[in-house]
């Protein structure tokens, strides 16, 4: 079965700082991953998505994440985060036959301004 | 505005009763899933429909069902809610024919359970 592992539950960082949040997936077959945001009280929000190409992808609001297909990895990265950023940060794959988005469980990241 | 909306946003009910929680979308999307989220849990995906009179289990389906008689809606019910149920449940459909399979998710309902 897949599944999806991000290290992280709370991330504390102060605005400036640069982040990075893991995410490791196991699927053997071919995967799309994704991540979203969710600001407080919202819904969430696609921030980047890979599917084929160059591994390195970026996002909205200065996101990137880096696929590494040896390690099954995808981890989010941005060079200097900001008050706004606070959020939960989840990790998505799709993959099998009904192409289900399998989560990990979130990274809650606050940002001290 | 096209997208997926979910009905009723708030919702409190006590153990054993029942109710339905609506999902419609105007994208003509075939796929569409229901997911709850807990905190520490994520999202943990509950029934899916790859199209009308098609459903099919996720992860954590006891305790719900689900039918798709259209291709627009796809609610979800509880027929006999327990305080366990209490959760936010998030609507998604995608466009399986899109290039980027998309997934659009509604706002979500906020459901306590007493």
């Known amino acids: 079965a897949q599944s999806v592992s991000q290290h992280n539950h709370h991330v504390i960082l102060s605005e400036a700082a640069s982040l990075e949040l893991g995410c490791n997936y196991s699927?053997?077959?071919?995967?799309?991953l994704f991540w979203y945001v969710q600001y407080p009280g919202q819904h969430l929000q696609l921030l980047l998505k890979?599917?084929?190409?160059?591994?390195l992808v970026k996002g909205i609001k200065g996101f990137e994440a880096e696929f590494i297909k040896s390690k099954f990895s995808f981890n989010l990265r941005k060079p200097s985060v900001q008050w706004s950023d606070t959020a939960e940060y989840f990790c998505a794959v799709r993959g099998g036959s009904q192409g289900n988005l399998i989560f990990g469980k979130g990274t809650k990241l606050s940002v001290k301004p | 505005n096209a997208g997926v909306t979910q009905t009723p946003k708030f919702q409190v009910l006590k153990t054993g009763q029942s109710m339905t929680l609506q999902c419609a979308q105007d994208?003509?999307?075939?796929?569409m899933s229901w997911y709850r989220q807990d905190p520490g849990m994520g999202l943990r995906l509950i029934h899916y429909s790859v199209g009308a009179g098609i459903t099919d289990q996720g992860e954590v389906p006891n305790g719900y069902n689900v039918s798709r008689s259209t291709t627009e809606d796809f609610p979800l019910r509880l027929l006999s809610a327990a305080p366990s149920q209490t959760s936010v449940y998030f609507c998604?459909?995608?466009?399986?024919?899109?290039?980027?399979?998309?997934?659009?998710f509604g706002s979500g309902t906020r459901l306590t359970v007493v």
């Open positions: 994208m003509n999307h075939e796929y």
């Open positions: 998604a459909s995608r466009n399986p024919g899109a290039a980027n399979y998309g997934y659009t």
């Open positions: 699927y053997g077959g071919t995967v799309n």
């Open positions: 890979y599917f084929s190409g160059d591994p």
